[in-house]
């Protein structure tokens, strides 16, 4: 009498066992970005997070960490080489810092416009610089996109560089950009983006720089008088997979996730498009005042000594190659 209630139970258990093999392992991944879900950057994430669980049948799938939730960019690089986040979307602010080769991207004016970028990054060059970051511990899964950088402040408009000198302005934990800024009279003050918002509000700089996606979607212009469309330098994104993960995918879900990061990219940068095209009568409709036709030459010519630097620490043929691509 007792034996026939406990066969019950094991025959259930063996049951539940199947069942658990057929739907398989389920590996939720965590993916942390800086900016909301409905930024360029959530747009970026959901393709890539839809595309892996689609493509595996849900075996991985993600668990999205918007808005700093898993701390800045270099934090979220660093917590992805330790293995203790699975992937982050993040720009190459602090990417040099793991992967050296990276900065020669953020030098200021090395781009014409988003057609040269996106070249460089997808062709031979950006794809080099792509697989360095295996020697680093990084899995970069392929380039996104946060896009080119212009200049806001609190004191006033910024036309020329001359405009831009003695005020205080928040920068990446970037070294390049640093350098760079100088060259415009600009104070750099590195800090990390989760604490920008407050820093702009309390006053502790007088300015920041970021893409139209990013001022945007950080609500910048509740802290921000001026916008000058600067576009002094591009910032990319890539999306940076730990090697945890990665080196227990099959060849076919290596694929899989590549894939997956091509598409997420394309989506990033039209996001960024669109944002570029709309975003600025937005920004205008929030209280800003934008000048949208800065004097560029102003600020090439101010940075044109620093290249000499550049070409020092990256090679002026590295330099010229990226500058030669049509
Ligand atoms: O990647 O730190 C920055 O200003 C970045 O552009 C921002 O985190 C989005």
């Known amino acids: 009498m007792t034996v026939r209630p406990a066969l019950t139970h094991a025959a259930l258990a063996a049951g539940l ?3 658990a093999g057929a739907a398989g392992a389920q590996t939720v991944l965590k993916i942390g970005y ?3 879900k ?5 747009v970026g994430s959901t393709v890539f997070c839809d595309a892996i669980a689609k493509g595996t049948a849900n075996r991985y799938s993600c668990q999205q960490f918007p808005n700093n939730a898993l701390g800045g960019e270099r934090e979220m690089i660093e917590a992805v080489q330790l293995g203790t986040q699975d992937l982050v979307n993040t720009s190459t602010g ?3 810092n793991f992967v050296p080769e990276s900065k020669i991207f953020d030098i200021p004016f ?8 996106r070249k460089v990054m997808d062709g ?8 360095k970051l295996q020697t680093k511990g990084l899995i970069g899964l392929a380039w996104t996109e946060n896009g080119f950088r212009h200049m806001t402040n609190s004191k006033r408009p910024i036309h020329a560089a001359s405009d831009a ?3 205080k302005i928040r920068t990446m934990e970037n070294k390049v950009h640093m350098a760079g800024y100088k060259t415009f009279g600009l104070l750099p003050t590195p800090m990390p983006f989760p604490e920008v918002f407050t820093a702009l509000q309390q006053g502790t700089v007088d300015g920041q720089e970021n893409p139209i ?7 910048f212009s509740q802290v921000q008088k001026h916008l000058s469309l600067t576009g002094h330098v591009y910032s990319p994104a890539v999306i940076i997979l730990s090697p945890n993960v990665w080196s227990k995918l099959s060849d076919a879900d290596k694929k899989v996730f590549t894939d997956a990061a091509a598409a997420a990219a394309v989506a990033q940068r039209k996001k960024v498009n669109d944002d570029e095209a709309n975003g600025i009568a937005q920004l205008k409709k929030e209280g800003m005042l934008v000048d949208e036709k800065v004097d560029g030459d102003s600020f090439r010519k101010a940075v044109a000594p620093a290249y000499a630097e550049f070409a020092k620490e990256f090679g002026a043929d590295k330099i010229a190659a990226i500058q030669a691509v049509k």
């Not at 060059?125 to 792509?130: A, E, K, R, S, Y």
């Not at 996606?213 to 609500?219: A, E, F, G, R, T």
Request: no cysteine; aromatic share 8%; charged share 15%.
């Open 17 to 19: 066992a199947l069942l």
């Open 34 to 36: 800086s900016t909301t």
């Open 38 to 42: 409905e930024s360029h950057y959530g």
């Open 94 to 96: 602090p990417l040099g």
């Open 110 to 117: 090395l781009f014409r416009n988003y057609d040269h970028a």
């Open 124 to 131: 031979p060059i950006g794809q080099d610089v792509l697989k």
């Open 165 to 167: 000198s003695g005020l």
């Open 213 to 219: 996606p990013v001022i945007l979607s950080s609500k």
